[in-house]
């Protein structure tokens, strides 16, 4: 058995101000393109389907387009809803989906019923949690409530719940943050300290292999048996370097698992670029890259600050997404502490120069303390 393991696709995103619809539609058709190569049995989407509990038209739209296509397909498709996705509406129509073959989880109630699959080796049962909270889970099992304090607990009462046979595969798609997960800018953090949200991956325990949501970053807990995917596409800068893929896993007989990853190339990448600006302004800088169609970040290390200097470099980078500088202004955080001392025995310009150095970490240059001198006296003159 084969399937494809995709998620968190945030359709209708829009990243540091700019909508990443374009490159959603674009991606949808990569991911199109290796399904049709590597010719699944199923599909999994687990959960972050939209970037909203109320997605726009766009999005709604190519999860339509997207549902439609692998239906054409005659593929079995198991998603379910992450933190972002609002469960009510993304299980609407679910129950007349499933004659399509289109697996959506509904609203969760305590009840997790398995769809079941075989092939050659037996029946794999496939179980579908959607995102869950401790008071979703002890809102259905409320003779547990005092026993469900933990995002580990709730699942783990959930897995309970599912009476999963030993003697069959099994897998769990679920949309959690599994302990040890390493993890992005673009995801929620947790609100408390110590990851409270966090589920221990040992209540995973019953399953051949658990597809997940959420994390950004594609990846393994433990073993190849509990896998984060990851996005496909990079959502934050603290995601450029990542190499964003569609995991396919093969099941053979229980106990026989195997990943392989497909990269996914972007229509325009998330990269970072840092210099002088006059070097990464320079033609032969950028010429051979696709930087002036990608998403950019610039650092700037100039010391001084590049007047109107965002407008100049969108004539170069077209789709600059953000602007810092890392100097010794910068570095040296521009805290400013007791400089002055015995104030009354320096001059303004002193005191101004010692102002400037505490807030930049350098010393004004010559041409600064001409204009300064030149201001000074201006405005001497004009009070007298």
Not at 56 to 72: C, I, K, N, P, Q
Not at 156 to 174: F, G
Not at 264 to 275: A, F, T
Not at 319 to 347: F, H, P, Q, W
């Amino acid at each position: 058995m084969r399937f494809v393991h995709i998620s968190d696709l945030h359709l209708g995103k829009r990243v540091n101000g700019f909508s990443m619809v374009e490159d959603q539609r674009y991606i949808l058709e990569k991911i199109m393109g290796v399904i049709d190569d590597e010719r699944p049995d199923a599909v999994i989407i687990a959960g972050d389907v939209y970037d909203r509990s109320v997605p726009s038209a766009e999005a709604v739209e190519m999860l339509d387009d997207f549902l439609s296509e692998l239906a054409e397909r005659s593929l079995r498709v198991f998603l379910i809803s992450g933190n972002h996705d609002s469960p009510e509406r993304l299980a609407f129509g679910g129950r007349l989906m499933e004659e399509s073959g289109i697996h959506i989880s509904p609203v969760y109630d305590g009840i997790v019923r398995p769809v079941t699959m075989e092939d050659e080796y037996g029946k794999i049962d496939i179980y579908m949690l959607p995102f869950v909270k401790p008071v979703h889970v002890r809102k259905a099992f409320p003779e547990k409530e005092s026993e469900i304090n933990s995002y580990t607990d709730a699942v783990a009462a959930a897995i309970e719940a599912m009476d999963v046979k030993d003697d069959r595969r099994n897998v769990l798609i679920t949309h959690q943050f599994v302990t040890g997960a390493s993890r992005s800018d673009s995801e929620d953090a947790p609100l408390s300290a110590g990851w409270t949200d966090d589920v221990y991956a040992g209540v995973f325990a019953p399953f051949d292999y658990v597809a997940l949501g959420h994390i950004h970053g594609p990846q393994s807990i433990g073993s190849d048996r509990i896998r984060y995917c990851g996005t496909p596409l990079k959502y934050s800068f603290s995601e450029a370097s990542h190499e964003k893929s569609v995991t396919v896993v093969s099941m053979g007989a229980k106990g026989d698992l195997s990943l392989d990853t497909v990269p996914l190339v972007p229509k325009r990448d998330m990269v970072e670029i840092k210099g002088r600006y006059m070097d990464i302004t320079a033609r032969d800088f950028y010429e051979g890259t696709n930087y002036r169609e990608d998403y950019v970040h610039v650092t700037l290390t100039d010391d001084e600050d590049i007047p109107e200097v965002i407008g100049k470099l969108r004539t170069v980078y077209g789709n600059l997404m953000k602007l810092d500088y890392d100097n010794a202004r910068t570095r040296s955080g521009g805290t400013v502490t007791d400089i002055a001392g015995k104030g009354d025995e320096k001059t303004p310009a002193e005191l101004f120069g010692e102002l400037y150095e505490a807030q930049n970490g350098a010393a004004m240059s010559a041409e600064q303390k001409a204009l300064l001198e030149t201001l000074i006296e201006d405005i001497w003159e004009g009070d007298r």
